[in-house]
């Protein structure tokens, strides 16, 4: 069974950086594409970033405005989500996904889609 757990969510000053982890098992990680969504108190789940398996292509929400950067070590069986000049808005549970697929990252841009999730990492970004 896949299991996904994230760390790395905090407290931040506006225009601050923060490093997101997702520690994957339970699969042969580099046959799944990866995912990160944020969920806001009162707002939907939205998804942030994906990343492929072995090719790495990646693909952001329109939101991102190219401040956060998804990546994947396939030795470590981690992602990560780099997030730079974090804004007060950005401030949401932050969750890891995975779903097995070898289509471009562009198609994984939807919660449904996705059928591990972990837990979630709080991430307040104060202004």
Known sequence: QVQ?????????????????????????????????????????????????????STYYANFVEGR???SRDNAKNTVYLQMNRLKPEDTAVYYCAAVTGFRSASYY???????????????TVSS
Do not use: H, N
């Open 4 to 56: 996904l757990v994230e760390s790395g969510g905090g407290l931040v000053q506006a225009g601050g950086s923060l490093r997101l982890s997702c520690a994957f098992s339970g699969g042969t990680f580099s046959s799944y594409v990866m995912g990160w969504f944020r969920q806001a108190p009162g707002k939907e789940r939205e998804f942030v970033a994906a990343i492929t398996g072995i090719a790495r």
């Open 68 to 70: 956060f950067t998804i």
């Open 109 to 123: 841009d939807t919660s449904a889609q996705y059928r591990y999730w972990g837990q979630g990492t709080q991430v």
